[in-house]
């Protein structure tokens, strides 16, 4: 399931302010979009930033230092709404606890218990997934609350 990463020349020099270990982050903890591919090519990613920044903004965008993320175009997009760039130091598997921790909860609490046998199934599937992890799913790090309750607490806008 493992992907590795090839620089293919394009990718963005990083300033050391990039590094995770100088950033506090601030973090929410529900899912503002999700989106499916057999590769992760940059054009794939910016198109599914887009389609996040439509539903929120965050302060700080976390990724693994990835080619498709550290790429000009992935990066001057963030840059363009002041969105501050964080990135995993290299042996730092900790910098992005929270992708960890939700793909975990997908793999077991979803994909592992259904088996889905084709990618219209899985689309399906995870599109009720995430609605239940944001809305009805209770968080630690949220006071077992839902992500939409305190979002909306806060006067996020609602999904």
Known sequence: ???FSVNHGNS?????QFNNAQNPEIRRSDVLSWEISVTMETSFCIAALDWALRRGKPEIFNSDQGAQFTSQDF????????IQISMDGRGRVF???????LWRAVKYEDIYLKDYTDVPMLINGLGC????YNRERPHQSLGYRTPASVYCARGGRGR
């Not at 963005?12 to 050391?16: D, M, S, V």
């Not at 997934?129 to 239940?132: G, L, M």
Request: hydrophobic residues 35%.
């Open 75 to 82: 990066t001057k997009r963030l840059l363009e709404e002041g």
């Open 95 to 101: 910098d992005n606890i929270f992708v960890e921790r």
């Open 12 to 16: 963005a020099e990083l300033p050391e």
């Open 1 to 3: 399931m493992g992907q």
């Open 129 to 132: 997934y995430f609605d239940f």
